[in-house]
Nanobody
Framework: QVQLVESGGGLVQAGGSLRLSCAASGRAFSSYAMGWFRQAPGKEREFVAAISGTGSYTAYADYADSDKGRFTISKDNAKNTGYLQMNSLKPEDTAVYYC??????????????WGQGTQVTVSS
């Protein structure tokens, strides 16, 4: 069993940066892959990024070339915490961001454990 708590959301101007954190309780955090998802008002929840348990593999949503590299996922197993660094934020990034954890593959879906979400609002 893993409990997840996100933090780091807030209001930021377009072009700014935020770093989201996901603190996990429970044991063997290195055994869990971690993913970030987001849900904008009126839209379905979508995959943003994921990282394997040991941090050896990452996966990102299939963004346009101009958007690639804006988000970086990382994981510190010693601190039981995962991160999503978001740079060059755009108003369309406004959403509730959720972290999730699972054991095994695939990285992009089928997560077992979810946090409560943190709001990210990007003003133009």
């Amino acid at each position: 069993q893993v409990q997840l708590v996100e933090s780091g959301g807030g209001l930021v101007q377009a072009g700014g940066s935020l770093r989201l954190s996901c603190a996990a309780s429970g044991r063997a955090f290195s055994s869990y892959a971690m993913g970030w998802f987001r849900q904008a008002p009126g839209k379905e929840r979508e995959f943003v990024a994921a990282i394997s348990g040991t941090g050896s593999y990452t996966a990102y949503a299939d963004y346009a070339d101009s958007d690639k590299g804006r988000f970086t996922i990382s994981k510190d197993n010693a601190k039981n915490t995962g991160y999503l660094q978001m740079n060059s934020l755009k108003p369309e990034d406004t959403a509730v961001y959720y972290c999730a954890a699972k054991v095994g593959a695939p990285l992009r879906s089928d997560y077992q454990y979810w946090g409560q979400g943190t709001q990210v609002t990007v003003s133009s």
